[in-house]
């Protein structure tokens, strides 16, 4: 089955400083990459998706990368604000109704 | 998009009890998810909830132990049996947005239960 790794398990910037998150998949039918944001008390929330027909997706300050022949896929934030701290994770999901979540990053940016 | 709420948001329990965790949808979905997050831990399917059949349990957990309900589009229940400190996590129930390969996961906020 699927399997994600994802990495750093923690990441601390500047306020300020850009931070890159990484994972990688193991199912070459996945094709499918959300990234979910959980702030502390709260449920995992949608930030970012992309989808394997498309390299690259940018929302303003956060873009996602996917290079399916290395099986990567990265989060990129720019200009980090205090709010962004919270844990991230990055998911894959393959045909079926299955998303597979990478472990978690935890984001500490400092003011 | 969904909204998901669940009860309880928390609960402190003995070990040895059950405790059931409702999760109500502000419309109608086909597949209801229930996860489990343990503490500091990336989020683990528990199982998917059709409505009108019986849940698919992922490996390693079994209905005995997680019976869920199902009993119409926008209601389901978990159940955690005769718990003991090691089933202290938040449960979390979500929905998807779409069918097929794509669409996000909406989540509540999730139950942390933790026994005692």
């Known amino acids: 089955g699927e399997n994600v790794e994802q990495h750093p398990s923690t990441l601390s910037v500047q306020e300020g400083d850009s931070a890159v998150i990484k994972c990688t998949y193991s199912d070459s039918a996945s094709n499918y990459f959300p990234w979910y944001k959980q702030e502390l008390g709260k449920g995992p929330q949608l930030i970012i998706d992309?989808?394997?027909?498309?390299g690259e997706k940018k929302d303003q300050r956060i873009a996602v990368t996917l290079n399916k022949t290395a099986k990567h896929f990265s989060l990129h934030i720019t200009e980090t604000q205090p709010e962004d701290s919270a844990v991230y994770f990055c998911?894959?999901?393959?045909?079926?109704?299955?998303?597979?979540f990478g472990a978690g990053t935890r984001l500490f940016v400092k003011a | 998009s969904a909204v998901i709420s669940q009860k309880p948001s928390r609960d402190i329990c003995q070990r040895g009890t059950s405790l059931t965790i409702q999760c109500q949808v502000d419309s109608q979905v086909t597949m209801m998810f229930w996860y489990r997050q343990q503490p500091g831990q990336s989020l683990t399917l528990i199982a998917t909830a059709n409505q009108g059949s019986e849940a698919t349990y992922e490996s390693g957990f079994v209905i005995d132990k997680f019976p869920i309900s199902r009993p119409n589009l926008t209601f389901s229940t978990l159940t955690v049996s005769n718990m003991s400190p090691e089933d202290s996590s938040i449960y979390l129930c979500?929905?998807?947005?779409?069918?097929?390969?794509?669409?996000?996961?909406?989540f509540g906020e999730g139950s942390r239960l933790t026994v005692l």
């Open positions: 992309i989808r394997s027909n498309v």
């Open positions: 979500s929905v998807g947005a779409g069918t097929g390969v794509t669409g996000e996961l909406f």
């Open positions: 998911a894959a999901k393959a045909g079926g109704f299955k998303t597979i």
